[in-house]
């Protein structure tokens, strides 16, 4: 169980409950995860633009499955997986075999995520279920610590860069084509009717030079996405 806050010295106060009783010792709002035994190994994996890392960090030792009388453990995650962390909670068992996550499954992790939350600087923690061998992400950071990854800033700066010379382009090409392509009415029309979505609703009216502003619905375009549903010209 853990908090639900990202942020701040609360962030990282977690527990371990074993059994019903257990529940009504910490406060909500929080999170609650099924344990899964991983042999007191994590995998953080860190994400820089098109570039990962995977670091190994001492994690929660093993425990027996099924409700017990235990107590609850409280802890600070920073406590158990920092990489100089020395804790009772993080003693591994004797190696069982379980091998580390395979390049596939993390480069199939890291590009699923990158997609769906449209970032490109994030961390994953994944650790490998003892019994099965299953690969699970139990978390997810926006911008990491990046503690002990070697060349983290070459592959920064060279993110940063690359990155920097995308958004010059763009505005480069940008600035050419106002400046050499002056549409006509008609190429006006052509060029706000390509975009997916409802056809405009107003006309350019033929007594003037000036166009107006064109409302339209946009639903769904692949590479666009406008919020407002009025498009204005700017010739």
Not at 176 to 200: D, V
Request: glycine letters at 8%.
């Amino acid at each position: 169980c853990k908090t639900r806050l990202a942020h701040g010295p609360r962030s990282h106060q977690m527990s371990l409950i074993f059994n019903e009783g257990g529940l009504s010792e910490v406060k909500p709002p929080c999170v609650l995860q099924s344990f899964i035994n991983h042999n007191a190994t994590l995998y953080k994996v860190f994400v820089v633009g098109s570039q990962h890392f995977v670091v190994q960090r001492p994690s929660l030792r093993n425990f027996p499955l099924g409700e017990t009388d235990q107590s609850t453990i409280f802890f600070d995650s920073n406590q158990v997986s920092k990489a100089e962390s020395c804790s009772y909670l993080s003693e591994a068992v004797p190696s069982t075999g379980v091998a580390a996550p395979s390049d596939s499954v993390v480069n199939q992790v890291v590009q699923g995520l990158r997609e769906a939350l449209g970032m490109s600087l994030f961390g994953v923690d994944l650790i490998v279920d003892t019994k099965t061998g299953r690969v699970a992400v139990i978390d997810v950071n926006a911008f990491p610590g990046y503690d002990g990854v070697a060349g983290f800033c070459s592959a920064l700066f060279s993110h940063v860069e690359k990155v920097l010379n995308i958004g010059n382009k763009a505005s480069a090409t940008s600035s050419e084509s106002s400046e050499t392509h002056q549409p006509s009415e008609h190429a006006g029309l052509q060029a706000l009717g390509s975009f997916r979505g409802t056809r405009l609703s107003e006309q350019w009216p033929r007594q003037t030079l000036s166009p107006k502003i064109y409302k339209k619905d946009i639903t769904r375009h692949p590479y666009i996405d406008l919020r407002a549903q009025a498009v204005s010209t700017d010739w």
